[in-house]
Every structure is written in C-alpha cells, then in structure tokens.
C-alpha cells in the first residue's frame, strides 16, 4: 500500500541553524502538507501546498518557514533559523484532492529537538 | 471557525469491553470528521470519516462513529476492546485546513 514517508525520524539541531525537513508524498497525490505537534499539545496545521504554490498557512507558518517541492517527488519544510520553541513532531500528509471530504495521509513525522 | 474537542484526554478499559472516546465539534456548515489513530512511532492512519452520507459511519478495525448533528458530537465506539487498539485518537474536522483535537490516549487492560 502506497504511504508518506519521512526523513531523518528525528533530527536535533542548535538554536539558529538551518534545517530542513523531507517528505515522499503518495505519487499520485497533488496537494501537500506540514502540520507540527508540540509535546503534550494538539496537532496543528502548518501549510497546504498545490501546483508549486502555497494554497493556505496559518499564523504560525512565518517568515522563517519555507515549503519547496524540488523535484517530482520529494516536498521539503525548511526551519531558517530555528528557535527552541521549534522543537516538536512535524507530520507531512498529502491528498489526492483538495476537499474537505478527502482524506490526508500522514507521514510518521519527524521529531526536531532544538538545542 | 472549526473546532473540535475530545473529551477526555485519557481512557482506560478493559480487553472484550466496549470502547467509547468523546468528540464534540463546533463548525458553522456542514463539516466533514474525521478519526485519526496514532500508535507509538507511526503515522496518523485514517479510522472513518463523516461527509454527509449515513451518519453511522463504519471504519477499520471494528470501529464506527455517529454523526449527531443535534448534539454536534461524534463519538467513536468499538463493541469490544483488543490489545492492539492502544493508542492515541483524534478527532479531527476538516474545512481548508484540518482541526486537530487534543487527543485521547486509549488504554487497554488485560
């Protein structure tokens, strides 16, 4: 059965470094995105990606976020500068549709620990 | 603005028992719900989802929900627990981005 997957599983990095994380959505996918869950909180909803174009982003997604597709495959977040209160499990999922009625499937996220 | 709220953050049951993990949702049209399972290390993995159709809605595993529009609630059962079903569930709504709830930890004793 075709799944999202994720790479590294987990990732720690310093305060103020660069990373980036990556995703292999289902191929037949079309819409892509990144959602984050700080330890012990909800799940919440970082960026929807179509058509090399951000469709949506809430208001945590800022300035020091960034989603690329690079290639036919892979979909990347990168972390500019990050900042301790980054660290948390980031889920990639992808879709064949855009609807609300369409199910997402998920990656098995990566965890960022931020030193 | 859509919401979701899982009810309890925690339930513990018994192996063979029924299972009942507690959704309420506040949306202001008609929303599509979604359970999401979460064992330790995996992805999130789709149980059922409610988009309008029947409102008793059946998933993997043995698992269903009710969509009660009266009740805004969407509870998720099970008739008999297994030890696999440990984990943790969301419930989740969808509209140009998906609502997450908090979560709910299921326990499952032998």
């Known amino acids: 059965e075709p799944e999202v997957t994720q790479t590294p599983s987990h990732q720690v990095t310093q305060m103020g470094q660069e990373v980036i994380l990556r995703c292999v959505p289902i191929?037949?996918?079309?819409?892509f995105y990144w959602y984050r869950q700080i330890l012990g909180q909800k799940v919440e909803f970082l960026v929807s990606?179509?058509?090399?174009?951000?469709?949506?982003k809430s208001e945590i997604f800022d300035d020091q976020f960034s989603v690329e597709r690079p290639d036919g495959s892979n979909f990347t977040l990168k972390i500019r500068s990050t900042k301790l209160e980054d660290s948390a499990m980031y889920f990639c999922?992808?879709?064949?549709?855009?609807?609300?009625?369409?199910?997402?499937?998920f990656g098995p996220g990566t965890r960022l620990t931020v030193l | 603005a859509q919401s979701v709220t899982q009810l309890d953050s925690h339930v513990s049951v018994s192996e063979g028992t029924p299972v009942l993990l507690r959704c309420n949702y506040s949306?202001?049209?008609?929303?599509?719900l979604f359970w999401y399972v979460q064992h330790p290390n995996k992805g999130l993995q789709l149980l059922l989802k409610?988009?309008?159709?029947?409102?008793l809605v059946k998933g993997i595993n043995g698992f269903e929900a009710e969509f009660k529009k009266s009740e805004t609630s969407f509870h998720l059962t099970k008739p008999s627990a297994h030890m696999s079903d440990a984990a943790e569930y969301f419930c989740?709504?969808?509209?140009?981005?998906?609502?997450f709830g908090a979560g709910t930890r299921l326990t499952v004793k032998p």
């Open positions: 999922a992808s879709s064949e549709l855009a609807s609300s009625y369409n199910e997402q499937f």
């Open positions: 191929s037949n996918h079309l819409y």
């Open positions: 990606f179509y058509n090399n174009e951000i469709s949506e």
């Open positions: 949306s202001s049209y008609s929303p599509s």
């Open positions: 409610y988009t309008s159709a029947a409102t």
């Open positions: 989740v709504v969808s509209g140009n981005d998906m609502r």
